[in-house]
C-alpha cells in the first residue's frame, strides 16, 4: 500500500514570487507520481508525471517537479506565478500495476497580487 | 476529442433514498475509475472496472456500488443515502495498460439532506 503526504496544507504565495509544494510518499514498491491542481468546483487536471527517466519533469504551465527516490519525495516548484495559479495541488501515486492512485491531503496556493 | 462526462453535474438527495451517477469516458479509454472528495477525508478511491470486471476496490460500504457497460461507460450507485455520504463524486479515464495517466471528469456533487 501507497501513502502520500504534503507537508503543507495552505501556501500564501505573492504574485511573481516562487513557490515550492512538498510531498513525500510511501511506497514497498515501485511507483508512478503525479501532481495535479484542481479549481473550485472542477475535477483534477494533471499538471505532470514522473514514471521513470530523468528525475526532473516538467509539466504544463511552467511547473515542475523533481523525483527523489532517496528521500522518497516529489516536490513541486513554479519559478513565478500567476494569481491565476491559486488553486489547490494534489501530489498523488499509484504503483505500476494498479489504477488506484493515492492521493495526498492537498494544498491550497493563494497568489495575492 | 470529448473529454470524461459525468452526469449529473448536482443532485440533492434526502437521506435513505438510493442515487445512481454516471461517467463517460474518453472514447477508446476502457478503464474506469471512482474516487469521493470530502473536506474531512480528501480523495478517496472508491473502485476500478476495466473491460466491465471491477479489478480493484477501495474500503467502502457495500452500500457503495458501480458497474461498466459494454462501450466502457460507468455507472455508481449509492443506496440509502446517509448525510456524511454528501461529497464531490469525481471518474476517472485511463487509456493505457498501465496508469500512466487518469483524466478526470468535473464530477457530480451530491448534497443528501
Known amino acids: 500500500a501507497q501513502s502520500v503526504t504534503q507537508l503543507d496544507s495552505q501556501v500564501p504565495v505573492f504574485e511573481e514570487a516562487p513557490v515550492e509544494l512538498r510531498c513525500n510518499y510511501s511506497s514497498s514498491v515501485s511507483v508512478y507520481l503525479f501532481w495535479y491542481v484542481q479549481y473550485p468546483n472542477q475535477g483534477l487536471q494533471l499538471l505532470l508525471k514522473y514514471l521513470s527517466g530523468s528525475t526532473l519533469v516538467k509539466g504544463i504551465n511552467g511547473f515542475e517537479a523533481e523525483f527523489n527516490k532517496s528521500q522518497t519525495s516529489f516536490h513541486l516548484r513554479k519559478p513565478s506565478v500567476h494569481i491565476s495559479d491559486t488553486a489547490e495541488y494534489f501530489c498523488a501515486v499509484s504503483d505500476l500495476y494498479d489504477y488506484k492512485l493515492s492521493f495526498g491531503a492537498g494544498t491550497t496556493v493563494t497568489v495575492r497580487a | 476529442k470529448a473529454g470524461v462526462t459525468q452526469t449529473p453535474r448536482y443532485l440533492i438527495k434526502t437521506r435513505g433514498q438510493q442515487v445512481t451517477l454516471s461517467c463517460s469516458p474518453i472514447s477508446g479509454h476502457r478503464s474506469v475509475s471512482w474516487y469521493q472528495q470530502t473536506p474531512g477525508q480528501g480523495l478517496q478511491f472508491l473502485f476500478e472496472y476495466f473491460s466491465e470486471t471491477q479489478r480493484n476496490k477501495g474500503n467502502f460500504p457495500g452500500r457503495f456500488s458501480g458497474r461498466q457497460f459494454s462501450n466502457s461507460r460507468s455507472e455508481m450507485n449509492v443506496s440509502t443515502l446517509e448525510l456524511g455520504d454528501s461529497a464531490l463524486y469525481l471518474c476517472?479515464?485511463?487509456?493505457?495498460?498501465?496508469?500512466?495517466?487518469?483524466?478526470f471528469g468535473q464530477g457530480t456533487r451530491l448534497t443528501v439532506v
Open positions: 476517472a479515464s485511463s487509456g493505457t495498460e498501465v496508469n500512466t495517466e487518469a483524466f
